[in-house]
């Protein structure tokens, strides 16, 4: 139960990321069909869940000596890897990649732990 509010939660967290993104960042373009948004969450969610996870282990090292910065990188690469799987997102350059991915992570690092403090505040 508890993997499955997890997988909830980060689709609408990245729901919500995804949709200040395509609407504040000029060259971070998304299809205005809601449907399509959905379908961008949910595999930027599953890519999220899935593929991030194996990727840091891997690269834990590089993590580790950067100090945790590297884990930004890896977040563009993760966002640069739904820009190549899905047609409805367009990423046109480097610097809006660079803003979405500090967007992104800023709204879901907002959300998780707002999130966080209410679940401790019902316990």
Do not use: C, H
Not at 2 to 10: E, K
Not at 63 to 91: E, P, Q, R, S, W
Not at 95 to 104: D, Q
């Amino acid at each position: 139960m508890r993997f499955l509010s997890r997988i909830v939660f980060s689709f609408f967290s990245n729901l919500v990321a995804i949709i200040l993104a395509g609407n504040f960042i000029v060259g971070f373009e998304i299809s205005d069909n809601f449907i399509n948004l959905l379908i961008v969450a949910g595999v930027f969610t599953l890519i999220n869940l899935y593929l991030r996870p194996l990727v840091k282990m891997i690269l834990s090292p590089i993590i580790f000596l950067t100090l945790g910065l590297f884990t930004l990188v890896i977040n563009a690469g993760m966002l640069y890897l739904l820009d190549i799987l899905i047609v409805n997102v367009t990423i046109t350059g480097t610097e809006p990649l660079i803003y979405a991915t500090l967007l992104i992570t800023f709204v879901n690092i907002v959300l998780s732990f707002s999130a966080r403090s209410l679940y401790k505040q019902r316990i």
